[in-house]
């Protein structure tokens, strides 16, 4: 088994400061959000699309109103909702693994995801349900967490893990490539969507297929944060304590194959933000998985959220994939985590 997961004791912020950042972060990057882009918007323009929609407006339709309703709205919910997912991911299967670089999509559990999500969508006939396409890449999530469990067992560097994980996480993405190159049909996000993320196709479809399972995997993963704290001794000792492992592992498996599901749905395969958020949260509030978790998904949140306003925004009208910015800022964390292991 890889080695366990390194914390210092206690952490050298506050968790009620950090909190408190994160959610004055998140109210930020949701109102930037909705005002930054191509079209042109006010404060007073979003202003007037909330009192229209809530009936208090002066009932005059703007382009704005349907700029920020149907494109604006669903995408800011939706990076809010996917880096929320990745984040509270990132914590569980770090813990579950007791290994700090158990990102999603390092072991492959997004790439998986991502394949499992397209067969959903050749299950669906035409114009039907995003759910298909949700719970495919649910399933494939969860089917890969489990195989990664068993090779995990069988390794005692975590290095082999990531490498092990990148191996299968190429695989799947060279058949997810082929399948979508292959298929030309306009249902099907493009490869670029799959390989390196993005916001732009976020609809209230989506959105609503999608973000109630990341809500319950969160929650999932969160009620199994103190077994957690407990399995970082070892496994032995957790079942000494009166952990049931399996069960918890069944649980954060499913809890975190949700919301790297859901996640990936909505923003394709955007790697790093399970690792880096966790990472930096860590060292700043100490090891308990049941704040990390909560904490880690409002900061994956603010971390989607902000860089997807980087992506459209930097060399705007071109947008840049989201999954190429994160991965500017993760692969460096990972350097230094295998630097620092070697």
Same mark, same amino acid.
């Given at each position: 088994?890889?080695?366990?997961?390194?914390?210092?004791?206690?952490?050298?912020?506050?968790?009620?400061?950090?909190?408190?950042?994160?959610?004055?972060?998140?109210?930020?990057?949701?109102?930037?959000?909705?005002?930054?882009?191509?079209?042109?918007?006010?404060?007073?323009?979003? $202003? /007037?699309?909330?009192?229209?929609?809530?009936?208090?407006?002066?009932?005059?339709?703007?382009?704005?109103?349907?700029? &920020? $309703?149907?494109?604006?709205?669903?995408?800011?919910?939706?990076?809010?909702?996917?880096?929320?997912?990745?984040?509270?991911?990132?914590?569980?299967?770090?813990?579950?693994?007791?290994?700090?670089?158990?990102?999603?999509?390092?072991?492959?559990?997004? +790439?998986?995801?991502?394949?499992?999500?397209?067969?959903?969508?050749?299950?669906?006939?035409?114009?039907?349900?995003?759910? +298909?396409?949700?719970?495919?890449?649910?399933?494939?999530?969860?089917? &890969?967490?489990?195989?990664?469990?068993?090779?995990?067992?069988?390794?005692?560097?975590?290095?082999?893990?990531?490498?092990?994980?990148?191996?299968?996480?190429?695989?799947?993405?060279?058949?997810?490539?082929?399948?979508?190159?292959? $298929?030309?049909?306009?249902?099907?996000?493009?490869?670029?969507?799959?390989?390196?993320?993005?916001?732009?196709?976020?609809? $209230?479809?989506?959105?609503?297929?999608?973000?109630?399972?990341?809500?319950?995997?969160?929650?999932?993963?969160?009620?199994?944060?103190?077994?957690?704290?407990?399995?970082?001794?070892?496994?032995?000792?957790?079942? /000494?304590?009166?952990?049931?492992?399996?069960?918890?592992?069944?649980?954060?498996?499913?809890?975190?194959?949700?919301?790297?599901?859901?996640?990936?749905?909505?923003?394709?395969?955007?790697?790093?933000?399970?690792?880096?958020?966790?990472?930096? &949260?860590? /060292?700043?509030?100490? +090891?308990?998985?049941?704040?990390?978790?909560?904490?880690?998904?409002?900061?994956?949140?603010?971390?989607?959220?902000?860089?997807?306003?980087?992506?459209?925004?930097?060399?705007?009208?071109?947008?840049?994939?989201?999954?190429?910015?994160?991965?500017?800022?993760?692969?460096?964390?990972?350097?230094?985590?295998?630097?620092?292991?070697?």
């Amino acid at each position: 088994m890889a080695r366990a997961v390194d914390i210092a004791p206690g952490g050298r912020v506050g968790v009620p400061l950090v909190a408190a950042a994160l959610v004055v972060g998140l109210a930020s990057v949701a109102l930037i959000g909705m005002l930054a882009g191509s079209v042109a918007v006010t404060p007073g323009d979003l $202003w /007037h699309m909330i009192a229209n929609r809530v009936g208090r407006g002066d009932g005059v339709a703007r382009l704005t109103d349907s700029v &920020l $309703w149907a494109i604006r709205l669903p995408r800011v919910l939706a990076g809010l909702v996917a880096g929320a997912g990745l984040g509270a991911a990132g914590v569980a299967l770090q813990g579950v693994f007791r290994n700090p670089m158990a990102d999603p999509h390092l072991i492959g559990i997004s +790439p998986a995801a991502g394949l499992g999500a397209v067969l959903g969508i050749a299950a669906t006939p035409a114009l039907g349900s995003s759910l +298909p396409m949700v719970l495919g890449a649910i399933g494939a999530g969860v089917l &890969l967490a489990i195989g990664m469990q068993r090779i995990a067992a069988n390794v005692v560097d975590s290095g082999q893990l990531v490498l092990v994980g990148i191996a299968i996480g190429f695989a799947v993405l060279a058949a997810l490539g082929a399948i979508v190159l292959g $298929w030309d049909s306009p249902r099907v996000p493009t490869f670029t969507f799959w390989v390196f993320g993005g916001l732009s196709g976020a609809t $209230w479809s989506i959105l609503g297929a999608a973000a109630p399972f990341v809500g319950i995997g969160i929650a999932a993963v969160a009620a199994s944060g103190r077994s957690l704290d407990l399995m970082a001794l070892g496994e032995d000792e957790a079942r /000494h304590l009166g952990v049931d492992v399996a069960r918890v592992r069944a649980l954060v498996f499913a809890g975190a194959g949700m919301t790297v599901g859901g996640a990936v749905a909505m923003s394709g395969v955007v790697g790093f933000v399970g690792l880096v958020v966790p990472t930096l &949260l860590r /060292h700043w509030v100490g +090891p308990s998985h049941r704040r990390l978790v909560v904490l880690s998904a409002l900061g994956g949140a603010v971390a989607l959220a902000g860089l997807d306003i980087v992506a459209r925004t930097v060399v705007a009208p071109i947008e840049i994939p989201v999954g190429l910015i994160t991965a500017i800022g993760g692969a460096p964390v990972l350097v230094w985590f295998l630097l620092r292991r070697a």
